[in-house]
């Protein structure tokens, strides 16, 4: 196969952000079609090249057919959407019906994702175990943050044992997830503003205790992630990907705002621009390294197939 349709099928795959399976066939199957279409050309009197360059014009740009591509690949079905959005079930009932109050409620929930997550990880089925992926990594925050109450000369096991094994979890949890997609690590940090924002609600105020202000704000504690659940669905059924982003960035600041309004100033305005700002940044961030290292990727494409100019 000439170069130009190397270059050609390389600038395909970088911008196609499929899972790996899913992208080996494509690649291979669009190859196929383009040899073919070569072969035809070459039969009609064409020179090799002449057909190569005129096959890649008929296809159109290579970002635009990888779009195209994508969008007849990026559609879940009904139950890979379910299936994402039942963490956020699981929490939302869990303060709907004041299950917080007893242990074994949350015992059993956590128990349920992080064997959820494993298995979805295990079978790299990024479209549905990301928002799994996510909560699962709530226990190791709250282990970590737990390590602060330690008596006094045993904070450094925190430093020494915990924290470098914390963040080699979180690590790879998240360098492998926008390894296939940056968009699923934006759907896996989704609920981090809204939990954060409730916590600041009812973990930061010194007024009101905690349990008061969970008993007043419980039910819409829940709604929210019930929002949040009602946005992963239509984002796994959405097609076009900056829909997809749209709906996840639009819901998560809406509830940031429902928070400020529904708690009276108990959120104060410094917490939600901060929060907005965190809001923004598990959009951006994402993008911006999945950017770079795409840009990394097609040079060293463009390094093995250098122009024959």
């Given at each position: 196969?000439?170069t130009?349709?190397?270059?050609?099928?390389?600038?395909?795959?970088?911008?196609?952000?499929?899972?790996?399976?899913?992208?080996?066939?494509?690649?291979?199957?669009?190859a196929?079609?383009?040899?073919?279409?070569?072969?035809?050309?070459?039969?009609?009197?064409?020179?090799?090249?002449?057909?190569?360059?005129?096959?890649?014009?008929?296809?159109?740009?290579a970002?635009?057919?990888?779009?195209?591509?994508?969008e007849s690949?990026?559609?879940?079905?009904?139950?890979?959407?379910?299936?994402?959005?039942?963490?956020?079930?699981?929490?939302?009932?869990?303060?709907?019906?004041?299950?917080?109050?007893?242990?074994?409620?949350?015992?059993?929930a956590?128990?349920?994702?992080?064997?959820?997550?494993?298995?979805?990880?295990?079978?790299?089925?990024?479209?549905?175990?990301?928002?799994?992926?996510?909560?699962?990594?709530?226990?190791?925050v709250?282990?970590?943050?737990?390590?602060?109450?330690?008596?006094k000369?045993?904070?450094?096991?925190?430093?020494?044992?915990?924290?470098?094994?914390?963040?080699?979890?979180?690590?790879?949890?998240?360098?492998?997830?926008?390894?296939?997609?940056?968009?699923?690590?934006?759907?896996?940090?989704l609920?981090?503003?809204?939990?954060?924002?409730?916590?600041?609600?009812t973990?930061?105020?010194?007024?009101?205790?905690?349990?008061?202000?969970?008993?007043?704000?419980?039910?819409?504690?829940?709604?929210?992630?019930?929002?949040?659940?009602?946005?992963?669905?239509?984002?796994?059924?959405?097609?076009?990907?900056?829909w997809?982003?749209?709906?996840?960035?639009?819901?998560?600041?809406?509830?940031?705002?429902?928070?400020a309004?529904?708690?009276?100033?108990?959120?104060?305005?410094?917490?939600?621009?901060?929060?907005?700002?965190?809001?923004?940044?598990?959009?951006l961030?994402?993008?911006?390294?999945?950017?770079?290292?795409?840009?990394?990727?097609?040079?060293?494409?463009?390094?093995?197939?250098?122009?024959?100019?």
């Amino acid at each position: 196969m000439s170069t130009i349709i190397d270059q050609y099928l390389d600038s395909v795959k970088s911008n196609l952000r499929l899972d790996d399976r899913e992208e080996k066939e494509v690649i291979s199957e669009l190859a196929t079609h383009i040899e073919d279409e070569v072969q035809d050309l070459k039969k009609n009197g064409l020179k090799e090249e002449e057909a190569a360059n005129t096959c890649i014009k008929l296809l159109g740009s290579a970002k635009n057919l990888a779009r195209l591509i994508y969008e007849s690949h990026s559609q879940g079905t009904w139950r890979q959407a379910i299936m994402a959005s039942l963490p956020h079930v699981l929490f939302g009932l869990i303060f709907i019906l004041n299950s917080w109050r007893g242990i074994v409620p949350l015992i059993i929930a956590l128990i349920a994702i992080l064997i959820t997550a494993s298995y979805g990880w295990s079978r790299g089925q990024s479209r549905w175990s990301a928002p799994w992926l996510g909560y699962s990594l709530l226990p190791v925050v709250a282990a970590g943050l737990a390590l602060l109450y330690l008596p006094k000369g045993w904070d450094w096991l925190a430093v020494l044992i915990y924290v470098p094994l914390a963040l080699r979890l979180i690590f790879r949890v998240v360098s492998q997830t926008i390894k296939k997609d940056w968009i699923y690590l934006s759907l896996m940090l989704l609920p981090m503003p809204a939990i954060i924002a409730w916590f600041a609600v009812t973990g930061w105020n010194g007024r009101v205790s905690v349990q008061r202000l969970l008993d007043s704000y419980g039910p819409w504690i829940g709604l929210s992630f019930l929002a949040l659940a009602f946005a992963v669905i239509s984002f796994v059924r959405i097609r076009r990907r900056r829909w997809k982003i749209a709906i996840l960035f639009i819901t998560g600041s809406t509830i940031l705002v429902l928070v400020a309004s529904y708690t009276h100033g108990h959120l104060t305005s410094t917490h939600f621009l901060l929060l907005l700002l965190l809001q923004t940044s598990i959009f951006l961030v994402p993008a911006f390294l999945d950017s770079n290292a795409r840009f990394g990727k097609r040079g060293k494409n463009y390094q093995s197939h250098p122009s024959s100019d």
